[in-house]
T-cell receptor, first 114, second 114 residues
Framework: AQSVTQPDIHITVSEGASLELRCNYS??????LFWYVQSPGQGLQLLLK??????LVQGIKGFEAEFKRSQSSFNLRKPSVHWSDAAEYFC????????????FGGGTRLMVKP | DAGVTQSPTHLIKTRGQQVTLRCSPK?????VSWYQQALGQGPQFIFQ???????QRGNFPDRFSGHQFPNYSSELNVNALLLGDSALYLC?????????????FGSGTRLTVV
């Protein structure tokens, strides 16, 4: 069975500081990996996705993520956080073995200090 | 270009009642999935519709059912509501069946069961 673990439930960073959100996945074949962001009361917005090729993926809003197969990780990074980045972030895994469903982690809530 | 549209945005139902939630996919998208997001948790896959048929189902009881119409819009029906059904229900759409496209999510319907 596939699963996603986001070890950090809450993270607080200062505006302008760098950010790394952790994601570990379990999947029996080549995974399709996604990061979504959710603002309060809103749906999910896709930040970036990884299927194959270059293991460093660039997304929207200045985010990037690195796929590390040996560590089963897909961590999200941003070099300089803005106050508007405060939101909930979800990592998700899918793949051809799982049909079309995505399995999400529990999320990491990011707070940004001025 | 309108994204995924869900209605209603909020509703309150009484335990034991039935509810229908509606979703219009993004233009050009023909595959619709439904997810349940309980407070403080990541979304959980309910089921997916493609070509008016349920193609995949998550671990949800038969009280949860759905439908897809020829124009690709979809409905989620929940019978015999329980307090535990209170959640944000998210509709997501994508073009075709391949998981690699990544889903576009709507803003959700907040269901409260009292």
């Amino acid at each position: 069975a596939q699963s996603v673990t986001q070890p950090d439930i809450h993270i607080t960073v200062s505006e302008g500081a760098s950010l790394e959100l952790r994601c570990n996945y379990s999947y029996g074949a080549t995974p399709y990996l996604f990061w979504y962001v959710q603002s309060p009361g809103q749906g999910l917005q896709l930040l970036l996705k990884y299927f194959s090729g270059d293991t460093l993926v660039q997304g929207i809003k200045g985010f990037e993520a690195e796929f590390k197969r040996s560590q089963s990780s897909f961590n999200l990074r941003k070099p300089s956080v803005h106050w508007s980045d405060a939101a909930e972030y979800f990592c998700a895994v899918g793949g051809n073995n799982a049909g079309n469903m995505l399995t999400f982690g529990g999320g990491t809530r990011l707070m940004v200090k001025p | 270009d309108a994204g995924v549209t869900q209605s209603p945005t909020h509703l309150i139902k009484t335990r034991g009642q039935q509810v229908t939630l509606r979703c219009s996919p993004k233009s050009g998208h023909d595959t619709v999935s439904w997810y349940q997001q309980a407070l403080g948790q990541g979304p959980q896959f309910i089921f997916q519709y493609y070509e008016e048929e349920e193609r995949q189902r998550g671990n949800f009881p038969d009280r949860f059912s759905g439908h897809q119409f020829p124009n690709y819009s979809s409905e989620l029906n929940v019978n015999a509501l329980l307090l535990g059904d209170s959640a944000l229900y998210l509709c997501a759409s994508k073009p075709g069946q391949a998981v690699g496209y990544g889903y576009t999510f709507g803003s959700g319907t907040r269901l409260t069961v009292v």
